[in-house]
């Protein structure tokens, strides 16, 4: 009966990185519902629901300041490992931890066991596993993550132009439009000479015919 009134953590990526880069860059500074929703581009309601996950890992206290734990986990050293084992002991029990270590990253098995254990449904299981895995991340990611596009948008890019054939065969004929493909035309042509035709008749019938058939 106790584990269906625990509340497991549900953190976006997006959030859950670019707090730690917040923290970073300003550990004195406390984190608020204005920077979550602003800076992330989250609606309020949203921002205040994360920033209440956040306080119950430990990364801030009640006023928003990083905790020391919060201090901890942006660093990239064995602080980070220290923090991160603390977040996970703190938020789930240890039959998870075991079942699935985060990092072996064996989605099945935690999605299975918040259904099982914890009584969720297949989404809410699925959703409750990939924050468990994102806290307990082992190594951290080198970049920050991006929440603003950058002023310089990415250009389009121009095709090169067609550069025209040093030379076309009879076969490809182009006349500011698509390819066309010529079809060559055969054409047979029967004479029928009188046995009775003299020479000079018959030199003068091809003689004729090479005039008309150029």
């Known amino acids: 009966m106790a584990d269906e009134k625990i509340r497991y953590p549900q953190i976006p990526s997006k959030v ?47 006023e928003g300041r990083p905790t020391e734990r919060g201090k901890n986990w942006r660093l990239d050293d064995e ?16 039959e998870l931890i075991d079942i699935a270590p985060p990092g072996e990253n064996d989605r099945a098995k935690a999605v299975s066991w918040f259904e099982t254990a914890a009584g969720l449904g297949q ?26 596009p950058s002023n310089g948008a990415a250009k389009k890019k121009v095709p090169p132009k067609a550069t025209k054939d040093a030379a076309t065969t009879p076969n490809d004929v182009s006349v500011d439009g698509p390819k066309i493909d010529v079809v060559p035309i055969n054409v047979n042509v029967q004479i029928h000479i009188s046995a009775d035709a003299t020479g000079e008749q018959i030199e003068a019938i091809f003689l004729n015919m090479k005039k008309y058939l150029r």
């Open 123 to 148: 989404g809410a299981a699925g959703n409750k596993a990939a924050t468990y895995f994102l806290i307990g991340t082992p190594v951290p990611p080198n970049e920050p993550p991006t929440t603003k």
């Open 16 to 62: 859950w990185w670019s707090l730690r880069e917040k923290i970073k860059k300003s550990p004195n500074s406390p984190i608020s519902e204005t920077f979550i929703s602003v800076e992330l581009g989250v609606q309020t309601t949203a921002a205040k629901a994360y920033l209440s996950e956040i306080k119950a890992v430990g990364l801030i206290d009640d």
């Open 79 to 94: 602080h980070y490992t220290q923090a991160v084992e603390q977040m996970l002991s703190d938020a789930y029990p240890a």
